[in-house]
């Protein structure tokens, strides 16, 4: 199974600063087969970002990502209250589909 | 618009099997794939398995041998079927719409949240 592993578990950023997520594949990964998805607290997961840097629909423009082979990267540019929510990334390259362990973010 | 809407006891015992139904509106089960995402308290993300447009499944092997999904396309329903209940069962099982192409679960139902507990 490939294993993503997401960097930071937690970040505690202030409104307007700008925070960075890394996934880290255990095998190289299509770009095509690699996507983010946001789940606010007590909610479902939201897809944000699909193949690794196109926004769903309806996303705003804050929110972006990038990567290639084993390293990916999701960042929102300008944090915002609204954000508060865990984010995971996950693989549909091969079988079993998996997410990383997911990171935190809160707002000071 | 595009709905899924998970439905299910949500009290089990262990040895049990769990009986989750998925009924999706605003697209076809024939068109699109649904999967299973089963999230434990407070923990992340695991893909249980897929049933593609096709009828085709894919199952995560880590709960393969107790897990069944299937669909009855005239209702537009999905059925997860997982016997042999244990306390670590217990989370929220999500279905989602998911795409063969690239494996995105692109809509999400609201979860159902079974306990598994005696």
Redesign the interface.
């Known amino acids: 199974a490939i294993v993503l592993n997401q960097s930071p578990s937690s970040i505690i950023a202030s409104q307007g600063e700008k925070v960075t997520i890394t996934c880290r594949a255990s095998s190289s990964i299509s770009s095509n087969y690699l996507h983010w998805y946001q789940q606010k607290p007590g909610a479902f997961p939201k897809l944000v970002i699909y193949s690794t840097s196109y926004r769903a629909s309806g996303v705003p423009s804050r929110f972006s990502g990038s990567g290639s082979g084993t390293s990916y990267s999701f960042t929102i540019s300008r944090v915002e209250a609204e954000d508060v929510a865990t984010y995971y990334c996950q693989q549909g390259s091969s079988n079993p589909f998996t997410f990383g362990s997911g990171t935190k973010l809160e707002i000071k | 618009q595009v709905q899924l809407e998970e439905s299910g006891p949500g009290l089990m015992q262990p040895s049990e099997t769990l009986s989750l139904t998925c009924t999706v509106s605003g697209f076809s089960l024939t068109s699109n794939g649904v ?1 299973w ?1 089963r999230q434990p308290l407070g923990k ?4 249980m398995g ?1 049933i593609w447009a096709g009828g085709s499944i ?1 199952y ?3 709960v393969q041998s107790r897990l069944s999904i299937s669909r009855d396309t005239s209702k537009s329903q999905v059925f997860l079927k997982m016997n042999s209940l244990q306390p670590e069962d217990t989370g929220t099982y ?1 279905c ?1 719409r ?1 795409t063969r ?11 159902v949240m079974v306990t598994v507990s005696s």
Do not use: P
């Open positions: 999967g995402v992340g993300l695991v893909w897929t894919n995560n092997s880590a999500y989602a998911s192409g690239n494996g995105i679960f692109d809509y999400w139902g609201q979860g």
